[in-house]
């Protein structure tokens, strides 16, 4: 995740002191202080347990066009048990993980998700759910509240039709910011996640408007993964050049919050090169507090410390990934072993490559001037385009120049991505 909020505008979040190695409040004597309890801080990135996203089913009440676990309104067989379920969250708050991400599917289709909640709550484990929101009535509202979630985030793919469309189900906007506001009128931490694509791209001021309507206080915008029902989608995804305008728009829109008073975190995800680039572009008003990012984000190391780092999954039956896209490889699973025990057994190739993949990366993002800071950004894009995770991630949208020079072109070329 790159903090748009944090690095763009220089104010504190919740999140600081996992991403970046601080606490809140305690960087550069910046006044600006967000609500809630944070994190702990790190020794660094590279040595921070992991996040964990577990998708506790499969099933989905949506048909979604870019779905990574191919989810349809069906019951799929062999997923982990209640008890497995409880199980696996006592060896997760063991094993120290900073959060645990409720994910499906549409969790909220589980029949005991908020006794899992409460059981990881009673162990102590930070929580969030990730959901489509369309289930979100008035009482499951007020139980996602009682269950003491963190954070809620709520997918949409874009502003009425085109976000049904994006869902395959008319009426789903709309039962979606239902959710939304069910959750703000329950004093529940409410976002939006949303993935970059050319369907909804061009609509981003519209997005950020309903964003300030509605009162939201988080937006994650992901740039598009080729996996599950996803893979089939690489003519929807962005260009370079239609990616940095979208960084333009997210960039210019979250100062423009700042700049008003509004407290709205926002976030991109799943495309490192977002942080050079954000720097790039700081460079050029406020070179002083550039550097300051850059140091926050080589603190950090971009995708150098997430997937098979900082990042895990589990998936519905119990198998163990190294990011919710990359289904296709699997270090094992919890009915056989503890997930603490398969994250920090290096002997699968795979498992040992992403916790020191520097050294492996080759071409442009081997000899990139921001490696430090990007990390190499998403090896399961590089394996699903070229076949093999240590390509070049073909989402990144710096020129060969700008890798190389460490400055933005005046004007870049529209190369497609």
């Avoid at 910046?30 to 964990?52: D, I, L, Q, W």
């Avoid at 780092?309 to 919890?334: C, K, R, S, Y």
Wanted: neutral net charge.
């Amino acid at each position: 995740m790159i903090d748009i909020t944090k690095l763009f505008c220089d104010r504190d979040t919740t999140g600081d002191p996992l991403r970046y190695g601080h606490r809140r409040g305690a960087d550069h004597g910046s006044p600006h202080r967000t609500e809630g309890k944070g994190h702990e801080v790190p020794r660094s990135a590279a040595e921070r347990r992991p996040v964990v996203a577990w998708n506790t089913t499969r099933r989905c009440n949506l048909a979604c066009v870019h779905c990574y676990t191919d989810s349809y309104n069906k019951r799929y067989p062999g997923e982990l048990t209640t008890e497995e379920g409880k199980a696996l969250i006592d060896d997760l708050a063991a094993f120290g993980v900073p959060a645990l991400l409720l994910s499906g599917g549409e969790p909220l289709v589980r029949k005991d998700l908020f006794e899992l909640a409460a059981h990881a709550r009673a162990r102590g484990l930070r929580i969030t759910l990730s959901t489509n929101g369309t289930l979100i009535n008035e009482a499951n509202a007020q139980r996602i509240r009682e269950a003491g979630f963190s954070y809620v985030g709520i997918s949409l793919d874009g502003l009425g039709e085109t976000n049904d469309r994006f869902r395959g189900m008319e009426g789903a906007f709309d039962l979606a910011l239902r959710g939304v506001r069910n959750c703000t009128a329950v004093d529940q931490k409410v976002g939006l996640r949303l993935t970059l694509t050319r369907r909804n791209y061009q609509d981003l001021h519209g997005v950020f408007d309903f964003i300030e309507a509605e009162g939201i206080q988080r937006a994650c915008f992901y740039h598009l993964v080729y996996a599950g029902r996803g893979s089939e989608m690489a003519h929807d995804d962005l260009s370079h050049a239609e990616s940095r305008r979208a960084m333009d728009i997210i960039l210019q829109r979250t100062l423009d919050f700042h700049e008003r008073g509004l407290h709205k975190d926002i976030l991109t995800v799943d495309n490192h090169v977002d942080g050079p680039y954000l720097y790039l572009k700081l460079r050029q008003t406020d070179p002083e507090r550039a550097e300051r990012v850059r140091g926050l984000l080589e603190w950090n190391g971009g995708g150098a410390n997430s997937s098979g780092v900082g990042f895990g999954n589990i998936d519905p039956v119990g198998n163990v990934h190294p990011d919710q896209f990359w289904q296709g490889h699997t270090f094992g699973n919890v009915r056989d072993r503890k997930f603490s025990e398969i994250w920090t057994d290096t002997s699968d190739p795979l498992m040992a490559g992403l916790k020191n993949r520097l050294p492996l990366l080759k071409g442009k993002c081997r000899d990139c001037k921001f490696l430090s800071m990007c990390g190499g950004s998403f090896r399961v894009r590089a394996l699903s385009v070229t076949g093999d995770p240590w390509a070049p991630d073909p989402a990144c949208y710096l020129s060969e120049r700008e890798a190389t020079t460490g400055s933005l072109d005046a004007e870049p070329a529209a190369t497609a991505a």
